[in-house]
């Protein structure tokens, strides 16, 4: 068993019946949904999903875990996924995905937001290893990288997986990922991106995660706000 399957397993162990769950996104949000689907056959757990994107809805269905739409809820009980970074104070990076918007949509309705993460992925600010993601819209990326730029951020709009176009989240934006450079305030810089006009989301999840999960060569340490 790897880090990633040990601390989804464990992440899934917070799940109880009657709950309505929020699904993740990438391969550790993977291994909770697999392990879901498991205690849904062989210990009859009874739970209602909404996923963070259409792969992780796919991937549940495909498994039989009953689901809703997002359209149908203001708040619930647990959501569970990664990060691509997370700092001492619980602050995440998320996005190289780029499904930003339901991702933190489901973090701020959670009664509880659980994070897990391999401890490889601690950094000492956020961006520090990968670019920040940052959703725009189409028709005002190039004011909003200027802005962007203003705050001392470098970066371009992501291409597609192909290189022969670029990237288009599921409601039709573009993501510039930017780079912001030396160390700086997470806090900060979360307000500053919020206040870029154009922008419908970003990577940075500060003051959102009730849990952190790590896990370090099979083990795998909770730390909780």
């Given at each position: 068993?790897?880090d990633?399957?040990?601390v989804?397993?464990a ?9 309505l ?8 949000a ?7 689907a498991r205690?849904?056959?062989?210990e009859?757990?009874?739970i ?12 549940a ?5 009953p689901?809703?739409?997002?359209e ?7 959501y569970?996924d ?24 489901l ?5 509880t ?5 391999e401890?490889s ?8 290893k ?31 997986t192909?290189?022969?176009?670029l ?9 510039l ?8 305030d ?12 154009g922008?419908v ?10 849990a ?14």
């Amino acid at each position: 068993m790897n880090d990633k399957q040990s601390v989804a397993l464990a992440a899934a162990k917070h799940v109880k019946s009657g709950m309505l769950v929020g699904l993740g996104t990438g391969s550790t949000a993977n291994y909770f949904i697999a392990e879901l689907a498991r205690r849904q056959r062989e210990e009859a757990l009874k739970i209602t999903t909404v996923a963070s994107s259409v792969t992780s809805a796919m991937y549940a269905h495909s498994l039989q875990l009953p689901s809703i739409a997002i359209e149908q809820l203001s708040t619930i009980d647990l959501y569970v996924d990664g990060a691509d970074e997370y700092t001492s104070d619980k602050c995440l990076l998320k996005g190289r995905g780029s499904d930003l918007v339901k991702e933190k949509l489901l973090a701020q309705a959670a009664k509880t937001f659980i994070a897990v993460a391999e401890a490889s992925k601690r950094v000492d600010y956020l961006g520090q290893k990968f670019a920040i993601p940052i959703e725009v819209l189409p028709n005002a990326w190039q004011l909003a990288k200027r802005s962007l730029e203003a705050l001392g951020g470098v970066g371009e709009l992501r291409p597609n997986t192909n290189k022969d176009g670029l990237w288009v989240t599921s409601h039709g934006s573009l993501v510039l990922d930017m780079q912001f450079q030396g160390s700086h305030d997470a806090v900060a810089l979360n307000q500053a991106i919020n206040n870029v006009p154009g922008v419908v989301e970003h990577g940075i999840f500060c003051g959102l995660c009730d849990a952190l999960l790590i896990a370090e060569n099979g083990k795998v340490s909770e730390h909780w706000a």
